[in-house]
């Protein structure tokens, strides 16, 4: 899984660049309507899929776990598909929606940083970004109510953390693929 996301590592920094570009859009725009952040989130959970699909496709004939990218692409592209589809969602049903997405997501994060703790430097980062993801569940599924606007800066500030988070694991991942001696395993 480590050639696999040594070769793909622009894979890791696009989902990371996208994070944070939806971050900060919501950050700057902070009157953004519920139907525009509905939309919003939409699209960066359906980019994000394809790309977690892509990447675990690419390596389904040298990891046998590849299944677990695939969950979490077809994940992200179920729940993109169903915010387009409904975008008159209630904020709770959001609110809903971001904390299973983010929930089901750190905890496959967490999974693939524990099984690739031997064979790269830097899996932290991958288990923060897990980490840092079941922790916004959390804090979203502890107060579901909350209005908008706080909402809002939930998700951005989550989306930022995760962003430069998944940037650095993937310069991290193409030193290993360029065989730099500080990104392999020790």
Same mark, same amino acid.
């Given at each position: 899984? $480590?050639?696999? !996301?040594a070769r793909y590592w622009? @894979?890791? !920094?696009? +989902? *990371? #660049? $996208? $994070? &944070?570009? /939806? *971050?900060v859009v919501a950050f700057v725009s902070p009157g953004i309507t519920l139907a525009s952040l509905i939309l919003l989130f939409g699209f960066f959970v359906l980019v994000d899929g394809v790309f977690s699909l892509l990447a675990a496709w690419q390596g389904r004939k040298v990891d046998e776990d590849w299944w677990l990218g695939v969950l979490r692409g077809v994940l992200g592209i179920l729940l993109g598909v169903l915010t /387009? +589809?409904?975008? *008159? #969602?209630?904020? !709770? @049903? #959001?609110? !809903?929606y971001i904390a299973a997405w983010a929930l089901a997501g750190g905890i496959l994060e967490i999974a693939t940083a524990i099984r690739l703790r031997d064979q790269i430097e830097g899996e932290w980062l991958l288990a923060l970004v897990g980490v840092a993801? &079941?922790? /916004? $569940?959390g804090l979203v599924l502890w107060a579901p109510g909350a209005g908008a606007l706080a909402m809002l800066w939930w998700i951005a500030a989550w989306a930022v953390v995760t962003g430069v988070l998944l940037v650095f694991e993937s310069f991290l991942l193409r030193g290993l693929r360029h065989g730099r001696p500080e990104a392999q395993a020790g």
């Open positions: 899984m $480590a050639e696999i !996301l622009w @894979v890791v !920094l696009i +989902r *990371g #660049l $996208a $994070a &944070i570009a /939806f *971050g /387009f +589809r409904n975008p *008159g #969602l209630t904020a !709770l @049903v #959001l609110v !809903l993801s &079941i922790a /916004f $569940a």
